[in-house]
């Protein structure tokens, strides 16, 4: 049977830094309607007031202003809108906060999960600039050194719109962000609360308590949902159920097909035809 340790996010492959080579138009709206995880900071620079609906670990929000949405690594998300819209979509991973510790700082987002920040269109026309600076390195030689600099000139300006005291943005504790990363590439194996209480010298009540106060679900929910998501990824990918349902860590299909059923109310080869349509 074939068994994985490749990351296989159903996102773009980030492997550094990515942006638009425009600010990209869509005439009739853009939609992600399963929620998924990747494994980079997205920023999304929305330049049209039109309403949004999205959604972060199973919860759905509203908003109908320009603005900024920012996602830290593995959380749960999608977005659909109706309308015509103008964003620009930012994303790098955090192996360049490391390497460019120097220049890039996240500021007041540090340990921030997901936030959308409401901006006015002459704020978000500064913000642009810094952007379009970015698109023109990237539609020319890709210079990663100037984009870096600008991108960190872009996280200072983001970072300054977080208010200082804010209670719904308090950081997550670093040891939570492991997790979630070791979660999306372990799906395969157990998960448990005690194994990952375990493995992270951390008793099982602080565990349940800091996860839910960062993602907003239970460990168990959270792994389902990513189980779940992952799946429907690789089944539209034709990969054999039964290679999907060890990747997901059931040693029996039947027990994932049960398992899927129950989160989405179809087996995997109803989602898949009705997914097609």
Known sequence: METTRKNSL?????????????RKTA???YCVPCEHVHDYYEMVFNFSAI????TVSGRTYETNTTGISFRAPYVLHSINTEHRYVRTMMAFHPCLLEEY???????????????TIPRTEDEMACL???????????????NEKALVCLLGALLHEVSALIP?????LLPAPPYI????????????????AETLSHKYFVGKTKLAADFHAVTRM???????????????????QDIPLAIVAERCGFSQDSSFIAMFRRQTGMTPGQWKESSRT
Not at 51 to 54: A, E, M, N
């Open 10 to 22: 159903q996102a773009m492959p980030v492997k550094r830094l990515y942006i638009n080579p425009q």
């Open 27 to 29: 005439e009739n709206g």
């Open 51 to 54: 309403p949004i609906r999205y």
């Open 101 to 115: 510790a120097n220049v890039l700082d996240l500021g007041r987002l540090r340990g921030i999960q997901e936030c």
């Open 128 to 142: 642009h600039q810094i952007l379009s600076r970015m698109q023109s390195i990237w539609r020319t030689d890709r």
């Open 164 to 168: 200082e005291k804010q209670p719904d």
């Open 177 to 192: 962000q492991e997790i979630l990363h070791y979660i999306v590439e372990h799906l395969d194996e157990d998960l448990s």
């Open 218 to 236: 239970t460990l168990h929910e959270y792994v389902t949902a990513v189980r779940v998501s992952q799946a429907k990824y690789w089944i539209t």
